[in-house]
């Protein structure tokens, strides 16, 4: 075919372009399936997630405080038991709490109890064991005990002098799990109060068995700097990911949805190019995509800031979007927007149903996902060829904007790399859109389609 | 069809007369041949060196069976398919070197051009109306004008996915002929309607033949062929068996009713077997 005789000036086929895009967006928020994928659900998710996540920690923290458990000790012989062993066990760890009153204190102290069961000397380990697992240190139980949760056994060596001191416990119960955390925390608290005592009698005096007081170590960072650290961890990925599963619906609704509900001829009769019409649909899914994550984020960074303020150790971190360093990210994000919105409309165009698009745009999705992810694990840096890579440039690229350390050479690459990207991605979903084997099939699975297109070269205009 | 329902006659032939054909060629095929791979049929000829030739204020008629090459010809002609070789001109415009051009000039309709289920007739229409460049304040009254003529007001505004066949297909007509096109292309207009809408179908192509609109369109229903064609072309294997009217193909095969000359002509072409 020739040139077109009558090509639209640039203005008219901008404008033929938002037309269609405008209508694809408000007919694609029409479908309740990508108005809830899209917008409701990220309104609802984290909220409800986070809230639940607050309800069940707490529920469970709450029920492990409040429930009592009881330790046994136990000891080849009686001799080798550090004495105050079980005193020391029941001995909350820690000491009054600055600003806490007395009533407080009693209360915390009525929380994580131990109840250190009588001391049974002489008992083996296994008789130890069988204490723990069934209650009673042999198979034939002559008397009835209480079962404890867990017991602490004092080993000796060969000599039979006191040798180490050992937890047993059984993982299959809760409440064991609870009496093995509670114990290993106030073993070495009791410990260093017997070295304590043991230095304090033979102190020579001088202060040479303690000469320096250490202090707990501060964090220089400033409390924003903080903030964009810990968003610089998850929010590249974070887009990424959120980029992705926005743009998938739309990519499917517009593109082998559009077949499924027969109206595929309809859209090929538009009196505008064909590639506006298609560049139309991809800008579409592109501004359905940023949407999602728009709202994703905004979702996920209210819901975060609400879960700090409720833990007491992060409630002075001040977490802020830094609003210089997005607005430097924004082109690259866009960018990628494109990329991912060109490549998944083009594939899904390949299918013939909905269902079908859906399940092959799911593979496609972990193409970008894995390199995400790739790009985010610690000790990955940004260079000039991993600026180079899709996916991977996006999330280093983000992640050292929002730490203030990104150089202008691996911004660059990366911009060029994903505008030749977007470009070539954007090229090759309007050569397959416009394929009439495709956009007019009526039968075959997308890989007869694929084959289909691959012996056919006609396009249309 | 009146100012008042948004389009303007054409041509001033009056239905039922005799057909006064003007001597403008609306669609002028010739040599026609569309070739395409299918991933299970292998190479299909589609269309074998098709001739064909339409008039403005003509109605004519494309008869053929199952896989004849209907709906390819038609959808060559609407630029939905690129032809393998020959020239096609729509209102004298190439489709292949201006299929742009073409899409303006054309009013399309099938059973596969659905409407959009999540557009309401109302907005379907804009849309259409805007994008072939028709200015607001006209394309209001155009649309006015059709919800009128149609009888669509009542469901103008409801999404097109809940309104029932008959008042999808109006949608689609008025859709078709929003932008006043000169020639009119319909792929078995009155497949899967009732006996109203076929009526109304009917009913529109017989007013739009009134108004000088070349329509060209393909039927399995042979009285609707002799009642508003014409002329009848015959189409078996991706070639024009015959062309003519009604009179004239009865002369050619000796048989009176549409039904007997088709069957004639593709017996004569070889093919009885393959209609049966």
């Not at chain 1, 833990?311 to 979007?321: D, H, W």
Request: with cysteine.
């Amino acid at each position: 075919m020739r040139n077109a005789g009558s090509s639209p000036a640039a203005p008219a086929f901008l404008a033929a372009t938002l037309r269609v895009a405008w209508k694809e967006l408000a007919t694609s928020f029409r479908d309740r399936q990508t108005t809830f994928y899209t917008l409701v659900l990220p309104i609802v998710l984290y909220p409800f997630l986070f809230w639940s996540m607050i309800q069940v920690s707490l529920f469970l923290e709450g029920r492990g405080e409040i429930t009592e458990v009881a330790v046994g000790i136990a000891a080849p012989q009686p001799s080798i038991v550090p004495p105050g062993l079980g005193a020391g066990l029941e001995q909350p760890p820690g000491s009054s709490r600055e600003g806490e009153d007395a009533a407080a204190e009693a209360a915390r102290r009525e929380l994580n109890r131990v109840h250190a069961l009588p001391e049974r000397a002489p008992l083996d380990e296994a008789g130890a064991r069988a204490w723990v697992a069934r209650g009673s240190a042999s198979e034939a139980a002559e008397e009835p005990t209480i079962r404890p949760d867990a017991v602490v056994y004092v080993h000796e060596d060969e000599a039979g002098v006191r040798d180490g001191l050992r937890v047993l416990y059984d993982s299959t119960r809760t409440d064991s799990k609870i009496a093995l955390s509670r114990i290993t925390r106030r073993i070495p608290a009791y410990a260093t109060e017997l070295r304590a005592s043991a230095a304090d009698a033979a102190d020579p005096g001088g202060g040479s068995l303690e000469p320096f007081v250490r202090e707990p170590a501060r964090n220089v960072a400033p409390q924003p700097a903080i903030g964009a650290y810990l968003l610089s961890t998850v929010l590249p990925v974070l887009f990424v990911l959120m980029t992705v599963m926005g743009a998938f619906f739309p990519a499917v609704d517009l593109t082998c949805g559009e077949r499924e509900r027969r109206t595929m001829e309809t859209t090929l009769l538009l009196p505008i190019p064909r590639s506006a019409v298609h560049l139309g649909k991809i800008l579409a899914v592109c501004a359905a995509a940023l949407i999602a994550t728009g709202l994703n984020l905004t979702a996920l960074a209210l819901s975060a800031e609400h879960l700090l303020r409720m833990l007491p150790a992060a409630s002075k971190i001040e977490v802020q979007l830094p609003v210089r360093a997005m607005l430097q990210v924004a082109p690259l994000l866009l960018l990628f927007a494109f990329f991912v919105s060109s490549v998944l409309t083009g594939i899904s165009s390949l299918a013939r149903t909905f269902k079908e698009g859906q399940a092959l745009l799911g593979p496609v999705q972990i193409l970008f996902v894995l390199p995400g992810l790739a790009g985010s694990l610690p000790g990955v840096e940004i260079t000039p060829f991993l600026a180079s890579i899709p996916v991977v440039n996006v999330v280093l690229c983000f992640r050292n904007l929002l730490r203030g350390d990104l150089g202008l050479l691996e911004y660059a690459v990366a911009a060029a790399s994903l505008a030749a990207l977007s470009i070539a991605a954007i090229g090759m979903s309007l050569w397959l859109l416009s394929r009439e084997s495709l956009h007019l099939s009526e039968t075959g699975s997308a890989w007869t389609n694929l084959r289909g297109l691959l012996l056919s070269s006609k396009g249309s205009r | 069809m009146s100012a008042e329902s948004g389009l303007s006659p054409r041509v001033g032939t009056a239905s039922g007369a005799e057909p006064k054909l003007a001597p403008r060629l609306s669609i002028e095929a010739k040599g026609l041949r569309k070739v395409y791979v299918d991933p299970r049929r292998g190479r299909v000829e589609a269309l074998c060196g098709l001739d064909l030739d339409c008039r403005a204020g003509e109605v004519y008629g494309l008869l053929g069976p199952n896989g004849a090459g209907k709906t390819t010809t038609l959808r060559v002609l609407a630029t939905l398919l690129a032809p393998t070789s020959g020239t096609a001109r729509v209102d004298g415009i190439d489709v292949a070197a201006d299929p742009l051009e073409v899409r303006r000039r054309i009013g399309f309709l099938s059973g596969t051009t659905g409407l959009y289920p999540r557009l309401t007739p109302r907005e379907t229409l804009t849309y259409f109306g805007r994008l072939h460049g028709i200015e607001a304040g006209e394309l209001e009254r155009r649309i006015d004008g059709l919800l009128d003529r149609f009888g669509m007001r009542e469901y103008a505004n409801a999404r097109c996915e809940g309104l029932s066949t008959g008042q999808r297909q109006k949608v689609s007509i008025a859709r078709a002929v929003l932008h006043d096109p000169p020639v009119l292309i319909l792929d078995e207009p009155t497949t899967g309607l009732d006996v109203l809408a076929s009526s109304a179908m009917i009913e529109f192509i017989d007013s739009r033949r009134s108004a000088g609109t070349c329509i060209l369109f393909s039927t399995h229903v042979l009285s609707e062929a002799e009642r508003l064609c014409d002329r009848i072309g015959v189409i078996f294997q991706g070639r024009l068996l015959a062309v003519g009217t009604l009179d004239e193909l009865q002369q050619r095969t000796g048989k009176p009713w549409l039904a007997d000359i088709f069957l004639e002509l593709v017996r004569r072409a070889g093919g009885a077997a393959d209609v049966g």
